[in-house]
């Protein structure tokens, strides 16, 4: 049975979540409200936080109602994965970059299955933006962040039956 993603935040943090729990190599998740990393120092601090870590964006969502009962939420939504270099040499932080878009393209490829199975809809043109990110926090994290869309029902959270 296919389990349909909603399109609140909470219900997305959670699919996340399950994703970095399914990868071999991510250790922590982390949602931010905003558009940067802000929270990722005070993350450090607790005892089961471990990198490389996938962070979730807040998406922005675009509601587009056809009128006929179907509500769609078209999100545009970013992750990153950061990975802490061993060294501060130019080839650790390479390194942490690479590691962290192999990462980012088996998360792209989980979502993509998660698709074709229904959960979610992607856009018929799809679109994913890879793009290097560095020194950030404090623990100076090397990765990339992804740039994506997906589509999900809104029916229930603007009150219309599905």
Known sequence: MTTYL???VISQQEYFEQLVEKDPDL????????????????ATKAPSFGF???VLFMPFVDIDDNGYGVIDAE??????ILVKPTDRTEAARNQA???????????????????KAGRFRLPDKRHWRVRPMGKVGSAQAF????????????????????
């Open 97 to 115: 970059v690479a590691d962290a878009q192999v990462m980012a393209f088996r998360i792209i490829g989980q979502i993509r299955k998660d698709a």
């Open 75 to 80: 999100q545009d939504n970013a992750f990153a």
């Open 52 to 54: 490389p870590l996938l």
């Open 6 to 8: 909603g399109s609140d």
């Open 27 to 42: 250790q922590s998740f982390l949602f931010e409200a905003g558009e940067d990393v802000s929270g990722l120092d005070e």
């Open 143 to 162: 990765g990339v962040m992804v740039d994506f869309q997906f589509i999900t029902n809104a029916n229930a959270q603007v009150g219309i039956p599905s």
